[in-house]
């Protein structure tokens, strides 16, 4: 059974930090990009970062570039998010996905999620 699992998120405020985590199984994790989306309330869900679990190449949304950073332990089978500089426009429920998209050619913008962890909500006060 294919799991991901997102744990961290939480309440902080305006320029603040969070960790989130994503724990996978039942798949093979080398076989799949992993990335975060994030869906804030009344919008669609977008891609925010993603990363190449085979060579570690990372790629961000505009919007948290230089602020977020994504980083994988293959052994672990384990993605994680650091955000720093939190917004109040960062509120949103964050999911970890496992992706078959080329990166490469769909960036963070155009992923999509093969597989889907349940959400974790992070909000951000001013």
């Known amino acids: 059974e294919v799991q991901l699992v997102e744990s961290g998120g939480g309440l902080v405020q305006a320029g603040g930090s969070l960790r989130l985590s994503c724990a996978a199984s039942?798949?093979?994790?080398?076989?799949?990009?992993m990335g975060w989306f994030r869906q804030a309330p009344g919008k669609e869900r977008e891609g925010v970062s993603a990363?190449?679990?085979?060579?570690?190449?990372?790629y961000y949304a505009d919007s948290v570039k230089g602020r977020f950073t994504i980083s994988s332990d293959n052994a672990k089978n384990m993605v994680y998010l650091q955000m720093n500089s939190l917004k109040p426009e960062d509120t949103a429920v964050y999911y970890c996905?496992?992706?078959?998209?080329?990166?490469?050619?769909?960036?963070?913008?155009?992923?999509?999620?093969?597989?889907w962890g349940q959400g974790t909500q992070v909000t951000v006060s001013s």
């Open positions: 996905a496992a992706t078959l998209s080329d990166l490469k050619l769909s960036g963070v913008a155009n992923m999509w999620g093969d597989y």
């Open positions: 990363i190449d679990t085979s060579d570690g190449t990372t």
């Open positions: 039942g798949f093979t994790f080398d076989d799949y990009e």
